[in-house]
């Protein structure tokens, strides 16, 4: 009886600690957790993740996560800027009288049936697109129907104002912005972002960004993750007008890195526009000072010629450095005759072995060697359960520290929170894994607490880490130009570079 009164005290007792931690849960942690221990019930239970796997592996990368000895001063970044219209695409296309039929892609948007079925194709695979839609009147007529929506937010958007406005969160660096830059994207741009007059225009150009949540039901569609599809007609970053602009801009702002993008929006033009285009692109690369280097962020593409030609003429061997994701390493391995090019699509989480086999076939075929005139030595790869940074050995520093950064900074800009909040993300990265499909690999088993795993093929380094994917993504749209801003931020070249 003893026994059993001495139980219920206990119980009673635990019970009433319980209402403390439900009704008061701004007391402080020790004064729970002493409570909890006077009364000689075991352990205080731990804070919500702290020694979870997501616990360990955001902590393991705050240790990780350090500046480097070098840093940037000035950044320059163009070419694409303009307005991103961000809202839910079911209750767009509801709202233009559409439902779902059976998906379809679409290289370019030429109607509202053609928007449908694009959308229903990626939405069902849950993965990011972008398109042209190159019917001037019916995509303002949609534009306006979104901008007016009641949900519908206005964003800083493109890949070059996207990747200005991370860099200039840091005080201690300045910003120079090339791009068609309209009165409302001016608004919204970040005190710390210089804009040369010769970039602003009297309009903006607007982006239409279809938001979907994992889960989200759309009759019988449902999509697997959250994602976005993004489509616009937007001929002045489609032209790349800033081009010159931007480069001229240089000479003044001598900047330490360079960062550009939007050669993804001339796919609504000729090829012979492309190919005169691209020439352009590489003479202007080809002004900016040596030692100097040059990121180029890619973005969704179609068009296999037009990748074809980034890839070989002469775009690769110019830049230092490259941003890209799933989608557009598949596609450049595909447009390219690369290695694994007759995989359609990924199914599920990339496999690690195949995504590392394709960027150290970018690197050797295309990269920086003694035989070859190319300045390209890293690639920073980025898919939503885990991130690779590739670079040839002896041109860059702190890469560990790079792509911990990237990484974090998905968990926290997707989540929209300052820190990883452990209740809100969790990891989706394989637990084990082979570091290639063509060699004999080495199987890697991820550990939590050592989360930046490293190994090396033939005079390239590849750094990779899992992603705290947030369960319930404010807002995707950026999330690919603020991991490749961030992991920038924490790069370091070498001077001889």
Not at 38 to 67: F, H, K, M, N
Not at 295 to 301: F, N, R, T, V
């Amino acid at each position: 009886m003893a026994l059993w009164r001495g139980s219920a005290y206990a119980g009673f007792l635990a019970l009433a600690v319980g209402c403390v931690f439900l009704l008061e849960p701004q007391l402080p942690g020790s004064a729970l957790r002493s409570l909890w221990s006077s009364l000689q019930l075991g352990p205080a239970p731990a804070p919500p993740g702290a020694g979870s796997p997501e616990g360990r592996l955001a902590a393991a990368w705050d240790a990780l996560i350090v500046r480097p000895a070098r840093r940037w001063r000035r950044v320059a970044v163009g070419v694409n800027a303009c307005v991103d219209v961000v809202l839910s695409g079911v209750k767009l296309l509801r709202a233009l009288g559409l439902s779902p039929g059976n998906g379809k892609d679409h290289s370019e948007l030429r109607s509202r049936n053609d928007l449908e079925e694009a959308f229903v194709h990626f939405m069902g695979k849950g993965a990011a697109a972008e398109r042209f839609f190159s019917d001037k009147e019916t995509f303002h007529d949609i534009a306006q129907i979104a901008s007016e929506f009641p949900e519908a937010q206005h964003y800083v958007g493109g890949n070059a104002a996207l990747i200005g406005q991370k860099f200039a969160a840091n005080s201690d660096l300045k910003v120079l912005l090339c791009g068609p830059v309209g009165p409302k994207l001016h608004e919204l741009l970040d005190d710390n972002v210089f804009v040369p007059p010769e970039s602003l225009q009297e309009v903006d150009e607007f982006h239409l960004i279809l938001e979907y949540q994992a889960g989200e039901e759309w009759d019988q569609l449902k999509a697997p993750h959250a994602n976005r599809f993004i489509f616009s007609h937007d001929l002045s970053n489609g032209a790349m007008n800033m081009l010159e602009v931007f480069v001229s801009s240089l000479e003044e702002f001598q900047p330490d890195l360079v960062v550009l993008s939007g050669l993804h929006m001339m796919e609504g033009h000729s090829k012979e526009f492309q190919r005169k285009r691209l020439l352009e692109v590489v003479t202007s690369i080809s002004d900016i000072p040596a030692g100097v280097p040059v990121h180029l962020e890619l973005a969704s593409m179609t068009n296999k010629e037009l990748m074809s030609s980034i890839v070989h003429q002469q775009v690769f061997p110019a830049v230092t450095s490259l941003g890209l994701n799933e989608q557009e390493l598949l596609f450049l391995s595909q447009s390219a005759s690369g290695p694994h090019s007759s995989l359609s699509s990924w199914n599920g989480v990339p496999d690690v072995g195949v995504v590392s086999d394709i960027l150290f076939w970018i690197l050797k075929e295309h990269g920086k060697s003694e035989s070859r005139a190319s300045d390209l030595s890293r690639i920073h790869f980025h898919t939503l359960a885990y991130h690779i940074l590739a670079t040839v050995d002896g041109h860059w520093a702190n890469q560990l520290a790079a792509v911990a950064a990237g990484a974090r900074v998905a968990g926290t800009q997707a989540c929209a929170t300052e820190t990883i909040d452990m209740r809100r993300v969790s990891l989706k990265a394989p637990h084990e894994f082979m570091t290639s499909r063509l060699e004999a690999g080495s199987r890697v088993v991820l550990n939590p607490s050592e989360p930046v795993v490293e190994w090396h093929r033939e005079g390239v380094s590849f750094h990779f880490t899992p992603v705290l994917v947030c369960k319930d993504p404010v807002r995707t749209v950026g999330l690919g130009d603020a991991i490749s801003a961030e992991g920038l931020f924490y790069s370091e070249v070498h001077p001889h570079s």
